[in-house]
């Protein structure tokens, strides 16, 4: 290897190294701005489980009407609802009137699809996400790229920040890594 060819190599590998530092800066950015809005009204709810108060935190919603039913995406086929209902801190009269769980996600995309058939299936236009922040701006695309014509309010549960300790940077560097391949697949399917 030359002496040109090795500068050419060291640009390269900084100006990547710059491109992720800065995406990164902007996702956790835009991330932070999914703060929850006490305001916000739908005709339904969806949550995507997953991480700390998510459940708890769309539950709430719902009990104060901010929508009128409530998707539990990606529930774990084991567990009963009446031991989620008691971990989310609701009742199992709101669950039965008007809770919905979903078994069939395991991932983000599978949340995806599960709340596209679940929003069709009910005539929804309006759905308030639950998720945290950090997965938000994912969550928001893959949920867009199922149901186009369906309007979602985002209501970020707020995570640990990336710079409160090692397993929170590794968790948002990962998700981030997972929104920028989900951007591009979306930006060139749109091509």
């Known amino acids: 290897m030359d002496m040109s060819s ?8 900084f ?4 491109a992720f530092v800065v995406g990164f800066a902007l996702f956790v950015r835009q991330a932070r701005t999914f ?3 006490l305001t916000v009204n739908a005709e339904a709810i969806v949550v995507l489980t997953g991480g700390p108060n998510r459940v708890s935190t769309a539950t709430a919603l719902l009990r104060d ?3 009128d039913r409530l998707l539990i995406s990606g529930v774990n086929p084991d567990s009963p609802p009446a031991d989620i209902a008691a ?7 709101l669950f039965a009137c008007c809770v919905d769980i979903g078994l069939q996600a395991a991932d983000t995309i599978g949340n995806a699809a599960e709340t596209a058939a679940w929003a069709r299936s009910h005539g929804y236009d309006h759905l308030i996400v639950v998720t945290s922040d950090y997965h938000m701006p994912r969550a928001l695309l893959e949920l867009q790229a199922a149901m186009p014509d369906v309007r979602l309010s ?5 995570a640990p920040a990336p710079w409160s300790g090692g397993h929170e940077a590794r968790r948002w560097m990962v998700e981030y890594v997972k929104y920028a391949a989900v951007y591009g697949r979306e930006r060139f399917r749109t091509l």
């Not at 100006?15 to 710059?18: A, S, V």
Request: proline share 7%.
């Open 35 to 37: 703060t929850p809005d």
């Open 154 to 158: 985002a209501y970020g549960v707020p």
């Open 65 to 67: 009407g901010s929508g």
């Open 87 to 93: 971990a989310a801190g609701a009742s199992e009269d």
């Open 6 to 13: 090795g500068r050419f190599l060291r640009l390269t590998a």
């Open 15 to 18: 100006i990547l190294l710059t």
